[in-house]
């Protein structure tokens, strides 16, 4: 049912129907139809050729430039205007400034309720913009932002209360031409597109926007966030991809004159910008910056010095007004760096620093930073210094690089690890901290194998030589600070340069190396105040060699290499090598020296020394050089022990012991040198030239004893010579007139021997003072007064009485085992021999056939009744040892008469031989000849070499040929023996 209250009350209408039909009502409908009709008239057909005519007249005299418009439409009921085809020429004929292909603007009917403009919508379709730079301040659009007088009227500060709900640009593009760079600069921006929403200058509702384009030269930019011009900020996420770098090259230049060839950059920025406040905010949060595929050359290079693969920085906060930078990381990948040092000094990659004079200091507020890490990974660099000759070519390779905690505090230290190849060979690890103000570094040294061959020319540059190869090893703890005093540094572990090799650059022959250089326990400081101190618990100087050479002027190769052929200098610096002490270099420096080494010792040494100034040539070399010199240095007290032992080739040993005290400034030392078994027959070219005759035969030992207290030197030469033989006489110019083969003669002991003992003594101050000519000075005059040689039996001399009993030891008839009372006379040799080193034993093993003939036959039947028994065994599945099976007298006549069968084949029937009769037919059925004979005396003599065996060395006892008769024994001892002989 109906409601009664919500029926129309019939009244009413009939009212309005009345007022309707009304003659007044149709005067009025037909006036508000007239008035749409002319406005529809005006807007759609009038207005929009004078809004044309007008807008392009209008806009051509305020810009000063032409102006065409192609169409103009107006939609008078939707307030939309369309303008087609605009066109605003340049100052110059013909030349482009601004074009658009469609604008439309569509005015909003909220005007009239606002009574503020609002425009509803703004579209610009296909605009493009025509830039050209003339210089640095004057453009082709300057002339208009230059300010025009404007009439007097009161000041109004209010801002324009102008809406515009939409504006957006499709399609733009705008191109730039930069004359003011040096040279003509493209750059344009194609498909340009932006939107912007609610754009007022007093709303209190934020607009927004957004905007995109692509770079011709490659790239893009995006751009979107919000606004308000009321209250003057502005936000924007903006967003660039793969921007080219080349096309931007020439604005670099007031930075740098380094050469853009290729890269492009990124960057996603979250930023805000408020206007409202003093200063200026601009602020920015989680953004990121970055770089790909750099190439930057110098200046007139084709080839880039410095590229990266890929570079991001990763920015937390950035704020302009606070002056205040917060990156969490920078991470640098595949960076590369080529650089030159020129014979001038100077570095080619410098001509990256900007040019002309350095800014002026601004006064304003520093800026804070802090950089959570800097990460360079996989990267390289080279470098190459023209001042040395030959220059100097160093690389890192794999080189990566950590630094954490960076900031504007340059007191607080900072985290570092860095990890490379160096010189494409082994690797290098550093870790630690730097402090920048004042400088301190600490780090932690990790180098293996690393070839530092790069580096040689920096410690062969002033040498007539180059380094071929050398590696080094060190693991250590690095040290430097920037002290108010003077900089201090360290370096404490241990350091190891190996596998060197040294060639001389005018022979271009190998001359010097080692294996292994090793100090550990290395503690070395450099203070400006207290000098230099270097201690080194344990130095190894390993599998070295060096080359000495004589060349046919008489002059040592080694002055040439270390004054690079410079003859006077050389002298000089020869000069000063021998006059200088360690006190003396360390006070010509300046700088005290303060030097400490533990322990050096010296592993498979060699040394070769050549000498073409005789004819023929001679070489020797010194091989198997080892030893040890105990803790010395600058500053000790205690004398090194010394020992030192070495071979020289073909020769017998040679050592070294004693005390040394090298590096104080009153040297000391008391050593004694002893070489043994050197071949003279080495030296005849040498004899031949100074004596007139050449050596066919005789070994030297030399025993040395030097002792130098303060400049004093005193030496005992002690010189052995056995068996020297001289040849025929060889007339030259050099040869001595002294009758050197009588002095000889007079010199030798009945066994050929000489031993003779040269003391000389001298001054160091002396400047005449020589130890080379002392000593052949004090052999001359020996030569001279020998009128007599020393002659003493050696049993004598050793206070050894009989000296024939101990000329031989005697064996059972038939028999090589040494009897028991050998014993002692073969200790009492050993014990003598042991007191005189330079004596040598021969051995000579002796038979007499009328003794040892019956008793090898008697020892034939026994090993043929033994190896009866071994078959008789054998058949009974037995294996045992021939040398433990004992025939008993029990089964003595039954292994003998088998072994009687096994020869004499008895006639069956016949009588049984007797137990003689069986072991003579045995005997006489051995063939006992001279071979056996021969080699029991062989036996007998190795019988006895074998009991010699660690009680003489072996190489002093020989075994020579056997004596198969007893002729020449004039004693009443066995002739079953052997005889001793000493040479």
């Known amino acids: 049912m109906e409601d009664p209250d919500t029926r129309p009350d019939p009244s009413l209408a ?32 009038v207005a929009p050729p004078v809004i044309k005519a007008l807008g392009a007249r209008n806009l051509g005299e305020q810009l000063g430039r032409p102006v065409t418009i192609g169409r103009v439409a107006l939609n008078p009921f939707t307030l939309r205007l369309e303008a087609d085809d605009i066109h605003v020429g340049g100052r110059e004929a013909d030349e482009a400034f601004v074009d658009v292909g469609q604008l439309a603007v569509r005015v909003s009917w909220k005007s009239l309720a606002r009574f503020a403009p609002v425009v509803g919508e703004v579209r610009i379709a296909a605009p493009s913009l025509h830039i050209i730079r003339y210089d640095a301040q004057r453009f082709n659009f300057s002339d208009l932002l230059e300010p025009s007088p404007a009439p007097a009227q009161p000041e109004d500060n209010r801002p324009l209360d102008l809406t515009v709900e939409r504006i957006e640009i499709v399609d733009g593009a705008v191109s730039l031409t930069d004359a003011a760079t040096g040279t003509t600069t493209e750059l344009a921006l194609k498909t340009l597109a932006a939107n912007l929403e609610n754009l007022s200058l007093v709303g209190a509702v934020p607009g927004s926007y957004s ?138 990659l410098a001509a990256f620093a900007p040019p002309g004079e350095a800014q002026a200091q601004s006064n304003a507020p520093a800026w804070h930073y802090a950089i959570g890490e800097i990460a360079l990974k996989d990267a390289r660099a080279t470098f190459v210094d023209n001042t040395l000759s030959p220059p100097a070519k160093l690389a890192l390779a794999q080189l990566s690089l950590t630094l954490r905690n960076v900031g504007d505090d340059l007191s607080t230290p900072v985290p570092v690890a860095l990890a490379a190849t160096p010189n494409a060979k082994g690797t290098l690890a550093l870790e630690g901290e730097v402090r920048l103000d004042p400088l301190k570094i600490d780090l ?39 002290a108010n005093e003077g900089p201090r540094a360290s370096y404490r572990g241990d350091l190891a340069l190996a596998d060197v090799r040294v060639i001389n650059r005018t022979t271009q022959a190998e001359f010097a190396g080692w294996r292994s250089l090793a100090l550990d326990g290395l503690a070395a400081t450099y203070d400006t105040a207290k000098g230099v101190d270097v201690d080194a618990a344990r130095v190894v100087f390993a599998s070295f060699y060096g080359h000495v050479l004589l060349d046919e002027q008489g002059r040592l190769h080694l002055r040439d290499i270390l004054a690079k052929g410079d ?24 700088m005290p020296v303060r030097l400490h080494f533990g322990k050096l010792e010296l592993q498979d040494g060699q040394v070769t020394y050549t000498d073409n100034f005789i004819t023929p040539h001679y070489t020797a070399e010194l091989a198997a050089i080892n030893g040890s010199i105990g ?119 009945s066994r050929g021997q000489i031993d003779v003992d040269i003391p000389v003594a001298g001054s160091l101050d002396d400047p005449q003072f020589s130890i080379s000519g002392l000593v052949w000075n004090a052999v001359g005059n020996l030569v001279k007064k020998a009128i007599t040689a020393p002659f003493t039996l050696l049993a004598h001399a050793l206070g050894i009485g009989g000296g024939e009993e101990l000329g031989h030891v005697e064996f059972a008839p038939g028999a090589a085992e040494l009897p028991p009372a050998a014993a002692d006379k073969l200790d009492t040799i050993a014990k003598m021999l042991a007191e005189k080193p330079s004596i040598d034993l021969d051995l000579i093993g002796r038979v007499d056939p009328e ?121 009443q001892g066995a002739t079953t023996r052997v005889d001793f002989s000493l040479k």
């Open 14 to 45: 009939r009212r309005l129907g009345t007022l309707i039909r009304s003659r007044r009502a149709k005067r009025a409908g037909l006036g508000v139809l007239a008035v749409v009709a002319l406005y529809a008239l005006l807007g759609f057909f």
């Open 211 to 348: 905007l995109s384009t692509d770079l011709a030269s490659g790239g893009s930019v995006k751009a979107d966030g919000r606004f308000d011009l009321g209250a003057r900020w502005a936000e924007a996420t903006l967003s660039v991809d793969a921007l080219a770098l080349p096309a931007i090259r020439p604005y670099l230049k007031a930075a740098t004159p380094a050469r853009v060839l290729g890269g492009t950059f990124r960057a996603s920025v979250q930023a805000r910008a408020d206007w409202s406040q003093t200063p200026f905010a601009l602020t920015a949060r989680d953004s990121t910056l970055g770089l790909n595929g750099l190439r930057v050359a110098l200046p007139g290079a084709s080839d880039a010095a410095v590229s990266l693969a890929e570079a991001s920085v990763a920015v937390t906060t950035f704020d302009l007004a606070a002056r205040r930078l917060e990156i969490s990381k920078v991470e640098v990948s595949g960076l590369a760096a080529d650089a030159v040092r020129g014979s001038n000094g100077e570095v080619d």
């Open 444 to 482: 932690k040294l990790d180098g293996t194998g690393i070839d530092v061959t790069p580096f040689a020319p920096y410690a062969t540059s002033d040498l007539n030589a180059r380094i071929d190869r050398a590696t080094l090893d060190a693991k250590g703890e690095i040290g430097f600070e920037q």
């Open 567 to 590: 003859e006077s200098a050389a002298a000089a610096q020869s000069s000063a090598m021998d006059s200088a002490t360690p006190g003396a270099a360390v006070e010509a420096s300046g």
């Open 631 to 749: 803790a010395f240095g600058t500053d000790t007290k205690t004398p090194a022990p010394i020992d030192v032992g070495a071979r020289l080739t073909a020769n017998g040993p040679i050592s070294i012991k004693g005390k040394v005290n090298p590096l104080v400034a009153d040297p000391s030392l008391d050593l004694r040198a002893v070489a043994r078994d050197i071949e003279l027959t080495n030296l005849t070219a040498y004899s031949t030239k100074y004596t007139g005759y050449p050596i066919t035969k005789g070994k030297l030992n030399v025993n040395l004893h030097y002792r130098l207290a303060g400049d004093r030197l005193k030496a005992d030469n002690r010189i052995f010579i056995d068996q020297l033989t001289f040849g025929p006489r060889v007339e030259n110019d050099t040869a001595t007139q002294l009758p050197v083969q009588l002095a000889i003669s007079l010199l030798k002991n």
């Open 851 to 971: 003794i040892d003939t019956p008793a090898l036959r008697d020892a034939v039947v026994a090993q043929a009744v033994k190896a009866e028994k071994l078959k008789d065994l054998a058949s009974q599945g037995r294996r045992d040892d021939p040398a433990t099976v004992v025939v008993v007298a029990a089964e003595y006549e039954r292994y003998l008469a088998d072994a009687y069968r096994a020869i004499a084949k008895p006639v069956p029937g016949a009588a049984k031989p007797s137990r003689a009769e069986m072991e003579a037919a045995l005997a006489e059925h051995a063939a006992i000849d001279l071979a056996r004979l021969q080699q029991l005396a062989q036996d007998r003599a190795q019988a006895v070499r074998t009991y010699l065996d660690g009680k003489i060395a072996a190489k002093r006892v020989f075994i020579v040929a056997p004596k198969l008769t007893p002729e020449g024994i004039d004693d």
